[in-house]
């Protein structure tokens, strides 16, 4: 008969053993979902912006691309992964509402006209942002939809850039605009295709044309994207 010792002894080892499996097959899963992401990034700012310089980080990866012309003198990206090393903790992660996260960073070569902030409220991510709106800001609710920004002539104009930012059905968790450098950041969930990666590269590149138009400045007339 095995003694209680020896039964402790051999649970521990199994769960020792699943645990290590269990990380092994984790950051297996996360080391393909960086490859492919990043590789669908390459392509996908290769043929809007430039070819992007990558480097992996423990969340993800980062790409960024100096422009030596247009709009854009330079734009970032990072892929915010939640950690799947410990399936259980990215599963209690994920039924709270964390997802994984494709963020841009765009500085223009001049300030944009307009400030404020869009959030999509469908998702946890769009809600937690949102509650740091600065108290003095004018908000707009619409379907699925807030928008923030110091008046409501900035407020117009954040509409235009949120519809912009509506490509193929995807519409960005976050999405800000600021007079200081880093001017526009857009923030997506994790694209699953290279399409959806496509399709997030494409708005951001029509928010900047937008952002950097001069017929921003008349909020009755619309952007000329062509």
């Known amino acids: 008969m095995v003694g209680i010792p020896d ?3 051999r649970a521990a080892i199994l769960l020792l053993v699943a645990l290590m499996a269990s990380y092994l097959l984790g950051r297996e899963q996360k080391d393909r979902l960086v490859r492919s992401r990043a590789e669908w990034l390459r ?9 992007p310089r990558l480097a992996a980080t423990g969340y993800g990866f980062t790409a960024t691309a100096q422009l030596p ?7 970032d990206a990072s892929l915010f992964l ?10 209690v992660r994920a039924l709270g509402g964390a997802t994984d996260l494709l963020t841009f960073w765009v500085s223009l070569r001049a300030a944009p006209a307009a400030e404020g902030d869009a959030f999509d409220l469908r998702v946890p991510v769009g809600r937690r942002a949102a509650r740091l709106l600065p108290s003095t ?13 110091p008046s409501e002539l900035h407020l117009e104009r954040l509409r235009e850039l949120a519809d912009v930012l509506r490509q193929d059905g995807l519409l960005p968790v976050f999405a800000s605009v600021r007079s200081q450098a880093p001017h526009l950041q857009v ?12 399709a997030a590269v494409q708005a951001v590149w029509l928010a900047t044309r937008l952002l950097s138009s001069e017929r ?3 909020p009755g007339l619309q952007p000329d994207l062509h």
């Open 7 to 9: 039964a402790l002894t």
């Open 43 to 51: 392509l996908a700012l290769g043929q809007r912006y430039a070819e």
């Open 137 to 149: 800001w004018v908000h707009r609710r619409e379907p699925g939809l807030l928008l923030a920004a």
């Open 69 to 75: 012309e247009g709009p854009a003198r330079r734009i």
């Open 187 to 198: 923030t997506f969930q994790a694209p699953a295709t290279l399409e959806q990666c496509r």
């Open 82 to 91: 939640l950690p799947r090393e410990i399936p259980p903790l990215w599963l």
């Open 216 to 218: 921003l400045l008349d």
